[in-house]
């Protein structure tokens, strides 16, 4: 794999992109309608309309939903609040639950012991009541019914809407008087009493209860209620079914009011621990608050902003840690502006020093050369030494100068519209002998078309010049290819090399001052190591980037992205900064076909010294295409974007890194 910035293309492991058309080959069966996102793309039906569902579902939410996640004292107020309703909600159950409990169990033991008395005394007036020798059955029935209607009324008469009773007879038939139901308080029996209870009482002699609905004949509305029963013998000996219903409602108001004044002390006592922890965590979240602006203050560049501190707790302690560690931060930047001014005008002050001394050495160096034919070998090759290392002398002066000029705000933009396509022209002129002498060719790409911007030509020459000369040193004998292309609000000239690449990182470190990737730093090639750093600060200057890409035994490929019109920002750049016939561009095309954005590059494959010769002028590819803004050009895929501080006159730069890791050789701008 190659070593770029650039995102990976579609297709490639961590995009997510939609399918081909055609079968699909062990998807799952549901997948069908979802294929290649369909059901997401214009023009597929249901795509618009399930977007405007979702965004308008979406829509109304988005403002709650950041203000949950920026806000950490509404989310803490917020569980308090769900905390303490659940608590309040599980202390009601129970308390709902005992009491409820302690009123059926206080119920219970009353509806049991008035039944007990009640059925002592059914049974003692069965036994008191004499039967009448000798009469017919229809007197004694008769007899019966009065005597269970008297019993009935005697045992109801003493708890008026306290409780009812029912005589029920164990037969199953109605066919007679005798055996007909009594009951008190207008209560219906044959609803009023549960089957399961009624034959419980027929089989045992015991007491039974159980809880019911009582239902009365009289339209009044039915009641919850506990009724007990048990099998007596009547006056003539005849068992019968004698049952007590005591009505429920006296507890279910007593529950109700219990109910209710806990719900209004449980909502009282949630809101109240909602207001107790919205004001702690306010005393808590407030200075926080307050650090965080200052924070922001001071990261903008207002180093004297400081909190107010009151008390001394935690939150004070915290407040006075974070002045002094304000204050040491401003200690510190006024240190290192202070020297950083200190160095800049040591370099500018050594810079202008060092011109008169250099002026009249370089005036006596140029006598010495010029009289060499008259020296010895040594003495007229220690002449020639003199003269190139003076004019090296005099490049790193110049760098030094401009590079104070950058340090110190000095640097100013002459913008007007240029024609880049002239200014790489003119570079490539002066970069035609190197390249003859080093067995290579420059070829230009894409120049059919004007590629115009607002820009500073001399500046904009400066960074060709030095990449153009740089690849051309570094590229081993094989083609240099420049590209052109504009689109949108941006243009863009590439240099693309295949020489030694650069290793993994040193795409980062390519633009630092005086970086040399060769350990030993040995000067055998490059120019004064100021080049690309000086070339950034010109990126820098025009609002544009300047990024690498490169890998190991691979080449490397600059590009100089520029706005069309200055101070525009860039959102792009028409040629992708991983050029296309990168080694991980080619493993990918031979493993199979993918979709790709933009058109392809023209691929200059690598050429020894020796197959070809030597061309006097710059050929031009015939039919290259022209370029198109790649979606993988845009700021993010993969470039590291150095930001500039607020009020900087300069641009953004970009540099790319590298991620492959291959022998290869080192190579040192």
Do not use: C
């Not at 992708?576 to 200059?604: F, I, K, M, W």
């Not at 993988?632 to 300069?650: C, E, N, W, Y």
């Amino acid at each position: 794999m190659s070593i770029g910035s650039t995102a990976p293309k579609p297709g490639e492991p961590g995009v997510r992109t939609g399918r081909t058309a055609g079968p699909r080959r062990g998807g799952s069966r549901f997948g069908s309608p979802f294929r290649g996102g369909r059901l997401l793309q214009d023009g597929a039906p249901g795509g618009p309309v399930l977007r405007l569902v979702m965004r308008w579902v979406r829509r109304p939410l988005l403002p709650a939903v950041r203000l949950w996640r920026r806000n950490i004292q509404l989310r803490v107020v917020a569980g308090t609040l769900l905390m303490s309703l659940g608590v309040v909600l599980l202390l009601g159950l129970v308390v709902i639950g005992q009491v409820r409990n302690g009123l059926l169990d206080a119920k219970e033991k009353a509806a049991q012991s008035q039944a007990a008395g009640g059925f002592s005394a059914a049974q003692d007036k069965a036994a008191t009541t004499p039967s009448v020798p000798g009469e017919q059955d229809g007197g004694r029935a008769g007899a019966s019914v009065n005597w269970r209607s008297t019993l009935v009324e005697q045992l109801a008469s003493g708890g008026q809407s306290a409780f009812n009773v029912v005589a029920l007879s164990l037969e199953q038939s109605e066919g007679t008087a005798s055996r007909g139901a009594r009951a008190s308080g207008e209560v219906d029996p044959a609803t009023s009493i549960p089957v399961d209870l009624r034959h419980s009482v027929a089989q045992g002699s015991g007491t039974f209860q159980t809880y019911a609905r009582i239902h009365y004949t009289d339209g009044k509305h039915s009641e919850p209620g506990l009724v007990v029963g048990k099998r007596l013998n009547d006056a003539e000996g005849n068992q019968y079914e004698l049952y007590y219903l005591f009505p429920l409602t006296q507890e279910e108001d007593s529950l109700a009011l219990v109910k209710g004044t806990l719900a209004t002390a449980g909502l009282f006592v949630v809101v109240l621990l909602g207001a107790i922890a919205w004001l702690v965590v306010r005393q808590v979240v407030t200075p926080v608050r307050m650090a965080a602006g200052i924070a922001e203050r001071l990261s903008a560049g207002r180093l004297q902003e400081r909190m107010k501190v009151t008390g001394e707790d935690d939150i004070a302690r915290l407040g006075e840690a974070f002045n002094k560690m304000a204050q040491n931060l401003q200690l510190k930047i006024q240190q290192l502006e202070e020297l950083s001014r200190m160095q800049r005008r040591f370099v500018s002050d050594v810079s202008h020093e060092l011109r008169t001394p250099l002026t009249t050495v370089r005036m006596a160096a140029d006598v010495i050369h010029e009289a060499r034919v008259d020296f010895d070998p040594i003495t007229a090759r220690s002449a020639e030494l003199l003269g190139d290392q003076l004019d090296r002398f005099e490049s790193l002066l110049a760098d030094l100068l401009e590079i104070s000029r950058f340090d110190a705000g000095a640097a100013a933009l002459e913008a007007e519209p240029i024609d880049l396509r002239q200014v790489v022209r003119r570079v490539i002129g002066g970069a035609e002998p190197l390249a003859e002498r080093k067995g290579g060719r420059i070829v230009v790409v894409g120049d059919e078309q004007p590629v115009v911007a607002e820009a500073d030509a001399r500046r904009v020459e400066r960074v060709l010049r030095n990449l153009v000369v740089n690849a051309v040193e570094h590229g081993e004998g094989r083609d240099v290819v420049v590209k052109l292309a504009a689109a949108g609000g941006a243009v863009a000239v590439a240099v693309r090399d295949y020489g030694v690449g650069l290793k993994p990182g040193e795409a980062t470190r390519v633009f630092n001052r005086f970086w040399r990737a060769d350990p030993a730093r040995a000067r055998t090639t490059g120019g004064t190591g100021l080049g690309l750093s000086i070339a950034v600060e010109d990126a820098r200057l025009h609002g544009g980037w300047l990024q690498a890409w490169g890998e190991p035994g691979g080449g490397s490929q600059f590009r100089l992205t520029l706005p069309r019109t200055a101070d525009e920002p860039l959102r792009g750049s028409p040629i992708p900064l991983e050029p296309e016939d990168s080694r991980r561009n080619r493993e990918q095309a031979a493993a199979g076909p993918s979709q790709e954005t933009g058109t392809r590059l023209t691929a200059v494959p690598a050429q020894t010294a020796g197959d070809r010769p030597s061309l006097p002028v710059s050929p031009r590819l015939p039919g290259a295409p022209r370029a198109t803004a790649d979606p993988t050009a845009l700021p993010g895929s993969g470039a590291r974007v150095v930001a500039r501080s607020v009020g900087d006159a300069d641009g953004g730069e970009a540099m790319a890194t590298s991620n492959t890791e291959r022998e290869g050789g080192t190579r040192g701008r």
